[in-house]
């Protein structure tokens, strides 16, 4: 079969040519679906793969921090807060930068950097291409930054991994782009997964972070690799919640309008912590020194922070706890999270190895519970509690600094197994979101790379083309060549109605479709007046059922370069109508008008179709 080409010069893998088949609906959904077999297997191999990375992290962030802080090679978790290293503290932290820019100027700079705003560039904007040495470059990068200090949690760099992971499945085997993006979001949700045992949150995460979309060729695979992760968490950290809390109860009304202020308060706090940190980073971007050298400086800020804050050294998982129990000191917290916030900020602005998911539950817990610390000293009997109150901040911040709406909700829910927490979270989180939307234009995953103007979706409607049928919106006039006249009486037709087609469909005179013809066909030079129009007509292969969708027919048209398809009834071969791409933007232009509150209505009882004959005068057939 012959090769052939996309618009990019890319070659289409012959297993995705189905269009060479014809239309028929039931050969493609057998095909798509062996094809999404084939991606969900791969997407379950890249979650036990990232799982098994996922510990190895994990391993590895213990192990740096036990040599770095207290001079002995184990893997048991010690937090470094617990160092007695007095001002040498200061200096661990930026000796973990100096390595992470290091390895990032002689290995990959795409290392530096949040994590997901990476992936979601990757997606927009390189065909989801990831470097295959990102696979092991961020994790061993990230436990150097996180392992001597870096305020960092473990997420961010196996949600970056386990995308590069995915990608890199993705490029040593012959599927699509949107195939390869698939696998990269399995993988990083799947590592995502592995670390907290939230399956549910990282699919919510996937749809609204990384696929921009919601159908079964991606979410299926993306939801078994999330089950996976979740299992392998099971297996190699443990069946509970990551985040126990004592158990809470069903708040009254009141207190569900306090915590949703709360969340309303939380979200202006992340738009100022949004801008903070790309403040940070651009003063970084005027530092006139070559940006390896950056990490180092902002680890030497971490360490003088750490020095005086310990608790804010290290994953810090344990704080997240601490604050959820309620049982800190009020002065504990408005250090952790004014500390923490700090300290990350720096980092992060530097470029080094890093995330933000962690460090985003960590300051907006404590910032919750402040809040609810003064207004129970305010209002004792509001009816709110300090644990409740941590919650719902910690996940209205990540809400609305991220605006994964969904994904902050049940992070929360799985996280701490807390169903109580379920109208709390949906109110704090609402108000959040919406402060973000209306008063920020980026979030802090999407504002870096909307700086190098790249548009990300924040949307995911259903598409406009695959809603409508051909049935439709095809033409009631459209004009139809018949097989028995001859190339003098075509011609002369066509000069005397000044038809501008290139393409034209042909019939025989029972109406059954045979196949195409172009112009340059009809008044080739050479051709013999005389011939019947079916002795030159192409394969009769390339048409639409009036079945199909008006997405089918522009993917058809865009694969032959057809101006016009004609198009079938379904069950039979005749020629019910004519496609153009002219009714295509005709009808997708009337549903963005209704979409817009417009009253359209697209509907056709009957086509007509005009067909030249021999010896007759054009005439009218009925469609079915």
């Known amino acids: 079969m012959e090769k ?26 057998i095909v798509l679906k062996k094809r999404l077999l ?3 297997c791969l997407s379950v191999i890249v979650a036990v793969a990232i799982s098994i990375i996922a510990k190895l992290l994990i391993w590895l962030i213990n192990l740096v921090t036990n040599v770095s802080f207290y001079g002995t090679f184990s893997a048991q978790f010690h937090s470094p807060s617990a160092n007695h290293l007095g001002l040498w503290v200061i200096i661990i932290p930026a000796i973990g930068g100096l390595i992470v820019g290091l390895m990032a100027l002689y290995g990959s700079a795409a ?12 997606i927009l904007t390189n065909q989801s291409r990831i470097k295959p040495s990102i696979t092991f470059l961020k994790p061993l990068s990230s436990a150097i930054a996180i392992g001597t200090g870096g305020p960092f949690g473990a997420e961010g760099p196996i949600i970056a991994t386990g995308g590069a992971l995915g990608s890199t499945i993705g490029q040593l085997f012959k599927i699509t782009s949107n195939e390869r993006k698939v696998l990269l979001a399995a993988g990083a949700t799947a590592g995502m997964a592995a670390i907290f045992g939230t399956p549910i949150a990282a699919v919510f995460l996937a749809i609204e972070l990384l696929l921009f979309e919601f159908s079964p060729k991606s979410i299926l695979p993306v939801a078994l690799a999330c089950i996976t992760g979740a299992a392998g968490h099971r297996v190699l950290f443990g069946a509970g919640p990551v985040f126990p809390m004592p158990g809470l109860i069903t708040p009254s009304n009141t207190a569900l309008a306090i915590y949703s202020f709360i969340g309303l308060i939380t979200g202006v706090l992340s738009l100022g912590l949004t801008k ?10 005027k530092f006139p020194i070559h940006w390896m050298w950056w990490p180092a400086i902002g680890g030497l800020a971490v360490g003088v922070i750490g020095y005086f804050a310990p608790h804010t050294l290290g994953v810090g998982y344990d704080n997240i706890i601490n604050v959820l129990s309620g049982t800190m000191t009020l002065l504990i917290v408005i250090r952790l999270c004014f500390f923490k916030f700090l300290s990350w900020a720096i980092a992060l602005g530097s470029g080094t190895s890093g995330g933000t998911l962690a460090p985003l539950l960590t300051i907006g817990g404590a910032g919750g519970a402040i809040l609810g610390a003064v207004i129970l000293k305010l209002f004792p009997t509001s009816g709110i509690t300090l644990p409740m109150a941590a919650l719902v901040g910690m996940s209205a911040m990540f809400a609305g600094a991220s605006r994964a709406y969904l994904t902050s909700i049940t992070f929360a829910l799985e996280a701490t197994t807390q169903s109580h927490a379920l109208l709390p979270l949906l109110g704090a989180c609402t108000a959040s979101y919406l402060v973000s939307f209306f008063l920020m234009e980026n979030t802090i995953m999407t504002e870096k790379i909307a700086r190098r103007g790249v548009f990300t979706p924040d949307s995911f409607e259903a598409d406009l083309l695959a809603k409508l049928s051909v049935a439709q919106v095809i033409s009631d006039e459209g004009l139809v060549l018949s097989s028995e006249n001859t190339v003098k009486e075509v011609r002369d037709w066509l000069k005397v109605n000044n038809d501008q087609a290139n393409y034209f469909v042909m019939a025989d005179h029972n109406g059954t479709y045979l196949g195409t013809i172009c112009r340059t066909d009809i008044f080739r030079h050479g051709l013999d007046p005389a011939s019947l129009l079916g002795d030159i007509v192409k394969d009769g292969k390339v048409y639409v059922r009036n079945t199909d969708t008006l997405r089918t027919a522009v993917e058809l048209m865009a694969k032959q370069t057809a101006e016009v398809l004609p198009v079938i009834a379904a069950g039979s071969n005749k020629v019910i109508g004519v496609l153009s791409y002219r009714d295509i933007l005709s009808a997708y232009r009337e549903q963005m008008k209704e979409n817009d509150f417009a009253h359209i209505h697209i509907s056709l009882k009957r086509q007509r179709l005009k067909m030249l004959i021999r010896g007759r005068n054009l005439i009218n057939m009925e469609g079915e």
């Open 111 to 122: 290392i530096r950097g949040h994590g997901i705003p990476e992936a979601m560039e990757q």
């Open 38 to 40: 084939r991606i969900s």
């Open 276 to 285: 903070i940190v790309y403040a940070i980073e651009d003063a970084f971007d």
């Open 4 to 29: 052939t080409v996309n618009t990019n010069g890319i070659p289409i893998s012959p297993a995705l040519n189905y269009f060479e088949k014809g239309t028929n609906g039931r050969k493609n959904n």
